[in-house]
Nanobody, 119 residues
Framework: QVQLVESGGGLVQAGGSLRLSCAASGSIFSIVDMGWYRQAPGKQRELVAT???????NYADSVKGRFTISRDNAKNTVYLEMNSLKPEDTALYYC?????????????WGQGTQVTVSS
């Protein structure tokens, strides 16, 4: 089993910044992919950003240029630096980790951390 502990959410005014962290622990053999997703009330969960073990990144168009994803492999931790926040960024942000135990990839989700951006 893999446990994910998220932190860093909160309330911020539009234009402000927050930094989310997600630390993975447990039966970690090979983390293939780490990422952040979000879900606003009444909407489906959507991708925010992902980063592979080789640090290749992928961003949703809506956050490009404002959010930066990074990872610390030694700490099994992924970060999301969020700048120029907008009210539409308000959502529950989930960390997702994909662990490879050959030949199968296992996906784990965190409990979510709330980000609220006031106008």
């Amino acid at each position: 089993q893999v446990q994910l502990v998220e932190s860093g959410g909160g309330l911020v005014q539009a234009g402000g910044s927050l930094r989310l962290s997600c630390a993975a622990s447990g039966s970690i053999f090979s983390i293939v992919d780490m990422g952040w997703y979000r879900q606003a009330p009444g909407k489906q969960r959507e991708l925010v950003a992902t980063i592979t073990s080789s640090s290749s990144t992928n961003y949703a168009d809506s956050v490009k240029g404002r959010f930066t994803i990074s990872r610390d492999n030694a700490k099994n931790t992924v970060y999301l630096e969020m700048n120029s926040l907008k009210p539409e960024d308000t959502a529950l942000y989930y960390c997702r980790v994909v662990v490879r135990i050959r030949p199968v990839d296992y996906m784990y989700w965190g409990q979510g951390t709330q980000v609220t951006v006031s106008s």
